[in-house]
């Protein structure tokens, strides 16, 4: 456990080489591309030219060989200089790690590869309109056809999808094939995982407009029977939760340093800003109406940040257990000092806060975002009062 609380050397080195390339970019050229429509392809590509976007793909398919704790540091580090790549979240954390566990050595040597140097990416898709958080009433259906499997549904809010080269669509297998996607609670269905390219016939997908600033943006997705041969399903078709959990425990993880970079991004500018602002004799930050909100923010960013090293080591342990009740905390932990961290960074730069000079206020909705998804803070402390406290399920 001591390398939860005290980082290695290798670890600190990480940090400071993964903030330097951060910053040979910079928060100008992130919020370049994310208000004018582009995207950081530069940025992700030179990650994966250096390993960093591969960190946690073992050696023998082209990555580092290490695990989820070490890609958490990689995107706290990039968020912490203004250039946080959400791409990393879903590629090779929720994607990669699900093909790592539970792919054929055909699928490991198709995909993993490409996934560690930033050459393939690919798309998570699990999120439905009409499902929201509860995985128990997804429709997308995936029925056999002789050799082959056969996709209807829809899904939402899936990022990334105009730059991937596949997404891993989170369907539903009937056990007599002959279920209908509005077959409800009542039929017996299985989660199961398949890779769809996204030229596949049948498969649309179209953007939703949102208020987010950031290059990535969501989509929705239409699968009209589309076929995919057996080889697109990961894992066995019997497997039930055990691939996807292996994709949402590194998603809360990777969700949760995201938000913690976020937030040291937002702290830094506004410390930077109190310690030279001077309205009358002295600096802002040295009167502790603003020095101590400012205090709060960077004690609960840094309790957040241990919950997320825990979570990590959890799952890199194999203890998934363990990593999914941490997962969870640290998400839920990180958004929240992330929401108050931003509002806080915005408030101390006063009108400067909101303005495009800064770069903060673009930050406000992203916080925001972060305890909505992937999974809301609502359901979180649902997960907490239940399996935690042992609480009566109250859903």
Not at 26 to 54: F, H, I, S
Not at 198 to 204: L, V
Not at 373 to 388: C, F, G, W
Request: neutral net charge.
């Amino acid at each position: 456990m001591d390398t939860v609380f005290v980082e290695s050397e290798e670890h600190r080195a990480l940090r400071r080489a993964v903030g330097d390339l951060g910053r040979r970019f910079g928060p100008d050229y992130y919020l370049t591309a994310a208000r004018t429509g582009g995207r950081t392809e530069e940025l992700w590509r030179e990650a994966g030219k250096l390993g960093y976007l591969g960190v946690n793909i073992p050696r023998e398919y082209g990555g580092g060989g290490s695990g989820i704790t070490e890609l958490t540091i990689v995107l706290e580090e990039l968020g912490s200089v203004g250039c946080p790549l959400l791409m990393l979240v879903v590629s090779p954390a929720i994607c990669g790690s699900v093909i790592t566990r539970f792919g054929t050595e055909a699928q490991r040597r198709r995909w993993l590869p490409g996934l560690a140097d930033g050459t393939r990416l690919m798309a998570f898709g699990i999120t439905e309109p009409d499902a929201g958080s509860n995985a128990h009433r997804l429709t997308t259906v995936a029925r056999r056809d002789g050799d082959d499997w056969v996709l209807t549904g829809r899904k939402v809010f899936v990022s990334g999808v105009d730059a991937a080269d596949a997404v891993l669509i989170v369907g539903r297998v009937a056990d007599t094939g002959g279920e209908s996607p509005q077959a409800g609670r009542g039929a017996r269905l299985r989660p199961a995982l398949f890779v769809v390219p996204r030229d596949a016939p049948g498969f649309e997908y179209r953007p939703i407009p949102m208020e987010l600033t950031a290059p990535e943006r969501q989509f929705q997705l239409f699968l009209d029977e589309v076929r995919l041969p057996a080889d697109a399903l990961v894992g066995d078709a019997g497997a039930g939760l055990g691939p996807l959990f292996a994709g949402l425990n590194p998603e809360r993880i990777m969700a949760a340093a995201f938000s913690v970079g976020m937030g040291r991004y937002a702290l830094r500018r506004a410390v930077e800003y109190a310690r030279t602002r001077q309205v009358w004799d002295t600096p802002i930050g040295a009167h502790q109406a603003v020095a101590h909100p400012l205090a709060q923010c960077g004690i609960e960013l840094e309790l957040a940040r241990l919950m997320t090293r825990k979570a990590a080591y959890l799952y890199d342990a194999g203890d998934d257990a363990g990593a999914g009740e941490a997962a969870n905390m640290a998400k839920y932990a990180a958004a929240e000092a992330a929401v108050r961290t931003v509002d806080q960074a915005v408030h101390t730069l006063g009108g400067n806060g909101l303005s495009a000079e800064y770069g903060v206020g673009a930050l406000l909705v992203g916080s925001r975002a972060a305890r909505v998804a992937p999974v809301s803070r609502e359901m979180i402390l649902n997960y907490v009062a239940q399996h935690t406290l042992g609480l009566p399920k109250s859903y």
